[in-house]
């Protein structure tokens, strides 16, 4: 139930690079910061993507930075994956179309954010739960005269993808996203993204050269008067319909006065519907053949592997934990210092093992899940450069 499988597309329309490209010949590719660019080798093999949010806003590379540097990989989703598990990993990867593999490597094509929000209108009882789950937030806003470094700053600082432009008596007059602000830093010096078509040139010789310039020009050059919008209040549904027919990642939603009161991006639905998903089933294995465990210290240890198995299954699914009690003990038979061992299977394939000691089981316990989630994140870090 859920499955993604009747949203998989095919892949053709999605934009490629090559590891030795440069950043700067190939973002102006996508339309939007979470589209991502798919990179292939020499060999036609699947090497990673290039997400615009992450290396324009997290990591900030410069123009001439290789493809091969910046890439991260993404999850190993199949078209089994449920709905709520792909949105959670839009999420953690700031990437709205991801590739689903067939077996190991071999891509069968691709899922989208927009098509799993589209589903919503045709789902009831899930539509039902989302609207019961998502928040309607108050959007940043700022003038026209706000400058570009001032509008990258702050959306940076606050983690958002948009800036709501009002006037100076708070009415809506646009919208500034992160897509607009990669066309400040990247577009050629005889084109910018005006919503008003002032007609104004931007003049630039290279990225690197005029960066501290554009920081210094307004937003007025590159923000988007055709703003999407709906009456506070509305049902989800309509706000789905509104974005669905548009083709727009946001729907501001204003007063009667046309005041910007609230906002619903692709984002927050996202975030919606993996607060739906129920816990998953991840078959945890304790191992306790010397009987080490003590009133109350099975039930901690649990609460613990079972917290760290389903945060961790959200970035990369988790197969199944193995937790095995051993202990040092003195002389006269006591325990001086409990050792377990923690194993955890993927579904990737890969496997993960660490020792710990401690005096305390469930210190010891809290080790463990530790120092797997370090090893999860430095292999992960090392794909990704």
Do not use: W
Request: proline share 5%; with cysteine; glycine share 4%.
């Amino acid at each position: 139930m859920n499955e993604i499988q009747p949203f998989i597309t095919s892949i053709d329309s999605i934009p490629t690079a090559h590891p030795s490209d440069h950043l700067g010949s190939i973002l102006d590719h996508v339309s939007s910061s979470t589209d991502p660019i798919f990179i292939f080798n020499d060999k036609n093999e699947f090497c990673g993507v290039i997400s615009p949010s992450y290396v324009l806003f997290k990591r900030r590379f410069p123009a001439g930075t290789k493809v091969q540097t910046a890439m991260i990989m993404t999850p190993h989703i199949t078209k089994n994956s449920r709905i709520y598990e792909v949105a959670s990993h839009m999420l953690a990867t700031q990437v709205y179309t991801l590739p689903v593999f067939e077996g190991i490597d071999i891509i069968e094509g691709v899922v989208r954010g927009k098509d799993l929000i589209q589903s919503l209108l045709k789902n009831p009882d899930l539509l039902a739960q989302v609207s019961a789950m998502i928040e309607i937030t108050k959007p940043l806003t700022a003038t026209m005269h706000m400058s570009v470094g001032e509008a990258y700053s702050t959306i940076k600082k606050e983690k958002s993808s948009r800036i709501v432009v009002v006037s100076k008596s708070g009415i809506l007059e646009g919208i500034i996203t992160r897509r607009d602000l990669q066309s400040a830093f990247l577009a050629p010096a005889d084109r910018h993204r005006s919503g008003k078509n002032k007609g104004t040139a931007v003049r630039s010789t290279n990225f690197e050269e005029e960066e501290l310039k554009r920081f210094d020009f307004p937003i007025s050059e590159f923000y988007n008067t055709d703003v999407k919008t709906v009456e506070k209040g509305a049902k989800l549904k309509e706000i789905i319909a509104c974005m669905v027919e548009h083709k727009v990642n946001s729907i501001v939603l204003v007063d009667r006065i046309n005041k910007p009161v609230g906002i619903v991006s692709v984002r927050s639905i996202l975030t919606a519907l993996t607060k739906v998903s129920p816990a998953p089933q991840i078959p945890i294995e304790l191992s306790d053949k010397n009987k080490l465990f003590i009133d109350g210290e099975r039930e901690k240890v649990m609460e613990i592997l079972s917290k760290f198995a389903i945060k961790e299954s959200k970035r990369v699914p988790i197969k199944g934990l193995e937790y095995i009690i051993e202990a040092a003990k003195n002389p006269k038979g006591k325990v001086i210092a409990y050792e377990p061992s923690l194993f955890v299977q993927f579904t990737n394939g890969e496997k993960y093992g660490t020792k710990v000691s401690n005096k305390n089981l469930y210190a010891a316990t809290k080790e463990a899940v530790k120092k797997i989630a370090a090893q999860e994140e430095a292999v992960k870090s090392r794909h990704e450069h």
